[in-house]
């Protein structure tokens, strides 16, 4: 069965601090795709990455950076220099290999407070 | 980019009557479209996984004769809380996956249901 554990529930830190979110999954499947999710108050949830589970290359884009370890089961994201409007509530989310019938399992979320 | 639309985005309805929800795929073919639940500050659940022209293949725990999903074209699938009830109100949310979407899954903005 595929599980995707978000440990840390809440999160706050202080403007221009940077902050990693931890996201560690459980699946018995060799292919898997990862994703991280943001969700403002509004909602909708915001597509930020998706990776599958060959490409364990680091991802950086823009503020945003991801480290994918396989050997820890591993999908860390970190805001660099955070930002007011980086508040949300964020998704770290699995899915074993994108058959027709396959689903995304999202963990709890972390909720990230940045204050001003 | 894909885009996969909500209707309604909030709706507030009476204990007893029933309230539908579509979910829209606007630029792309879904093949499939998975529905989740959220209640305030949790997760996303994955409530059935529906595809085009077939049965909704429902989790466990959900009540398939209260959750009416209907997947009745590649571009529309709606779900329909029969009965509903104070403890049904929650977030719904769609997401979409289609042939030509490259394998992506697209999140709908999310319906905000209140049964009053």
């Known amino acids: 069965a595929q599980k995707v554990t978000q440990a840390q529930t809440e999160i706050s830190v202080v403007e221009k601090e940077d902050v990693t979110l931890d996201c560690v999954y459980e699946?018995?499947?060799?292919?898997?795709?990862l994703f991280w999710y943001k969700q403002p108050p509004s909602g909708e949830l915001v597509f930020l990455i998706r990776?599958?589970?060959?490409?364990?290359q680091n991802e950086i884009s823009g503020r945003y950076s991801w480290n994918f370890q396989k050997s820890t089961s591993s999908f860390n994201f970190t805001i660099t220099a955070s930002q007011v409007v980086d508040s949300a509530v964020y998704f770290c989310?699995?899915?074993?290999?994108?058959?027709?019938?396959?689903?995304?399992?999202f963990g709890k979320g972390t909720r990230l407070h940045i204050l001003p | 980019g894909a885009v996969v639309s909500q209707h309604p985005s909030w709706v507030i309805c009476k204990s007893g009557t029933s309230v539908k929800i579509e979910c829209r795929s606007l630029d792309f073919q879904a093949t499939t479209m998975f529905w989740y639940r959220q209640f305030p500050k949790q997760s996303l659940m994955l409530m059935a996984t529906?595809?085009?022209?077939?049965?909704?293949?429902?989790e466990q725990g959900v009540e398939k004769d209260k959750f009416l999903i209907n997947h009745a074209s590649l571009t529309l699938s709606t779900l329909t809380v029969t009965s509903a009830h104070p403890e049904d109100s929650s977030f719904y949310i769609c997401?979409?996956?289609?042939?030509?979407?490259?394998?992506?899954?697209?999140f709908g903005e999310g319906s905000w249901l209140t049964v009053v």
């Open positions: 699946t018995r499947d060799t292919t898997y795709y």
């Open positions: 529906s595809n085009e022209g077939s049965k909704a293949t429902y």
């Open positions: 990776r599958n589970s060959f490409d364990e």
């Open positions: 989310a699995l899915s074993e290999v994108l058959r027709r019938d396959d689903k995304i399992i």
């Open positions: 997401s979409a996956r289609g042939v030509n979407s490259g394998n992506t899954i697209y």
